[in-house]
C-alpha cells in the first residue's frame, strides 16, 4: 500500500503547517512553532504507539516523519505571510490525513490485540490528539472538545473499518473506504457548517 | 477480592460522571463530553500503567472500563438537567474511587517492583492524574494543585498500604483498611472544610 | 563518570526548586508544591524513558532523584521568604541542570539505537518538557515557546554531542564539552538578554 504511505507523509505535513501556523498566531520564537509543528504532526502516533507498546514510536523508528514536519514548520514560519492563500488546500491536505490517521491508527490497534473499542480509539486518538496537544501547548481548550465533526468523521471511520475488516472485503479496499468517509464527512462538514449537540440548562 | 473489582467499577463510573460533568458545564459538544469522562476515568491509570510497564494499559486489556466510563458519561450527557439532585451521592461513589483507586495503584507499583515511594506515587496518581488531565482539557489549573485534602488523603492511604504490608495484616484486609481511610479522610475534608497549609508572603 | 552523576543530581534539585517556585508563587498547597517540583525535575526524563522504552522510568528505577526533587521543593516551601536572595545560584545551577540532561538525554537516545535527530530530540526533550509541563499544570502557555534561547541552547548541544561523537573525541570528553557548550549559552542569553527571531505580520 504505496499509496498509503503517500497520504501519511502528506497528511503529516498538513498536521505540521496547522501546529506550526498556531504557533505564528501566537508569535512565538522559531523554536516554538518547530515544537508545535512536530506535536501536531506526530503526537497523535506518538501516543497510540506508547498505549499499544510499539516502542520506540513510529517517527522515531522513521525518521522521516520528523524531517517533512519540521520542513512544514519551516516553511509556514519563513512563509507565513502568503499562507492566506493557502488555507483552502490546506483544509483538503488536513482532512486527507485525518482519514489516513484514523485508519492507520484502527488498523495498528487491530494489529495489536486491541478489542474494537480499543482500536477504534486507537484511530481517533491518531487524528485528534496531536492537535489537542497543540490546542493545549497554546493554551487554549483543545478545539476537538469544543467544536465541529472532526473527532466524530474519525469515531465514524474508525467504526466502519473495524466493522469492514469482518465483511470479504480485501483490507486495503476496506481501509480506502473507511478513510473516504473520514475526508468527505470532514469537507461537507466544513462546508455546511455542521456540528455535534450540545448540553444545555 | 471481587469486592475490590466491583468498587473499582463503581468508582470508575463516578470519576467518569465528574469528568463529563466538567464537560457539560463549560458547552462541550456529545464527543467532548465523552473524552472528558474517559480520560478521568482511566487516565490515571493509564499513566500508572505506562510508567509501570505493563503494555497494553488496563483499559485496553479490559474493554469493560470503556464501556462503563462512556456509559456513565452518556447518562449525565442526557441527565445533567437532574443531576444537582446527584451531587451528594456522586461525591460519596467519588470517594469510594479515591480510595479504591489509591490501593490498586500502590499495589500494582509494589508488585512490579518499585520502591515504597514509587509505589504510593502510582496510587497517588491512579487516583489523581485523570482529574487533572480534565482539569487540563477544560483549560483549569488542576484542583489537586490548588484545593481540599483530595491528593493527601491517597497520600496516607498509599503510605498506610506499603507500611501494612509490612505487618502480618493479609493483603486483603491491609488494602481494605487502607481504602477506607483515604474514603473516611476524603469525606471528613468534604464536610468540615479542610485545607492543607499554604505559602504565603 | 561521576561528575556527571553529580552535576544530575544538582540540576534535579534546582529543577525542582524551580517547579516548586511556581507554584509557591501560584498560592497552591504543599502538595501542590511537591508535585510541581517532581514533574519540572523528572518529567522530561520520564518522558524520554517512555519513549525509548527504558521502562519504569529512571526516576523509579532510582528513587534518589524522587527524594532530592522533594528536598528541594520542601526548602522552597518553607525558606520562600528567603528565596530572593538564592534567585541568581538558582539561575546558574539551573544552567548546570540543562547542560546535564541535555547530553544524558541524547547519549541515552544514541545508546537506544535512534538517529541522530531523534536523538537530539531526546536531548532537548529532558532538559525542556519539564519545564513545559511545570507550565502547563500552572495554566501558562510553556515558556520554551515563546521566550529566551533556553530551548536552543539544548538544541546546539544535542547536536554537537551527536556530531563530536563521530570524531576521535573520548565520549566523557565529548559530553563535558557539549555540556559546557549549553551552560555557556544559557549563562550568556540570560547575561544578555538573547532571543530567536520571531514571525511578524
Known sequence: MDLLLLLDLVGTAAFAASGAWSGVKREMDLFG???????????GGTLRDLLIGD?????LQHESYLYISIAAALAVFFGHRRLNRWQQPLQFFDAIGLGTFVIIGTGKGLT????????VMMGVMTATAGGALRDLLSGEVPLILRKEIYASACLVGGALLVTLRHTPLSPPLAALV??????????????????LPRARS
Chains 1, 2, 3 share one sequence.
Open 33 to 43: 512553532v518547530l515544537v508545535l509543528g512536530l506535536v501536531t504532526a506526530t503526537g
Open 55 to 59: 516502542i520506540p514510536p513510529f517517527c
Open 112 to 119: 495489536y490485540g486491541l478489542g474494537p473499542l480499543g482500536a
Open 178 to 195: 473507511a478513510a473516504l468517509t473520514v475526508i468527505a464527512i470532514r469537507l461537507l462538514a466544513l462546508r455546511y457548517d455542521w456540528s
